[in-house]
């Protein structure tokens, strides 16, 4: 079982990546998200502080789409504090999960970059240049962006070592 894990980790990395980055599309998109100064990027909203740490707004945005697209259409209002509270509980694990994964595995930048170009196959983007523009309409810059995906790695990196051991 090892040894499969160390043959597929990359695919299941930009696999997961890929992912991630097709929620945010599919969920940002529609929604958005709202900063305080109007450019989109949520700088001053703290959702939750774990162990010091803040949940990153972006992260619970992406998580409560997630389940959002998992429970359906069909939410009525009552349903929403449920699903937020879900959504949220998942953004302070991956918190958790993310600075245990900062101590113990490295990311390389052709990582996030082989991710990122996987993103634009999928999503059916051309050109950095037009990832930049649906980026930006979703309130997101290109740095910020690759700095989600690598997090993204990183957390599925330490998933899988810790399967591993």
Not at 69 to 80: A, F, I
């Amino acid at each position: 079982m090892l040894t499969w894990f160390r043959k597929h980790t990359k695919s299941i990395i930009i696999a997961v990546a890929v992912l991630f980055a097709g929620s945010m599309f599919y969920g940002l998109g529609y929604t958005g998200l709202k900063g305080g100064d109007g450019s989109g990027e949520n700088k001053s909203n703290v959702l939750a502080k774990v162990n010091g740490k803040e949940v990153d707004a972006v992260r619970f945005q992406e998580m409560l789409n997630r389940v959002a697209q998992n429970v359906g259409p069909n939410v009525g209002p009552s349903d929403r504090a449920f699903i937020e509270n879900m959504a949220l509980g998942q953004a302070v694990d991956f918190t958790l999960m993310l600075n245990e994964a900062r101590k113990r595995v490295k990311v390389q930048g052709k990582e996030v970059d082989a991710a990122i170009d996987n993103i634009m196959k999928q999503q059916n983007i051309p050109s950095k240049r037009e990832l930049e523009i649906s980026l930006k309409r979703m309130g997101l810059s290109l740095g910020r962006f690759r700095d989600l995906i690598k997090d993204d790695i990183m957390v599925q990196k330490l998933s899988l070592k810790q399967q591993a051991e």
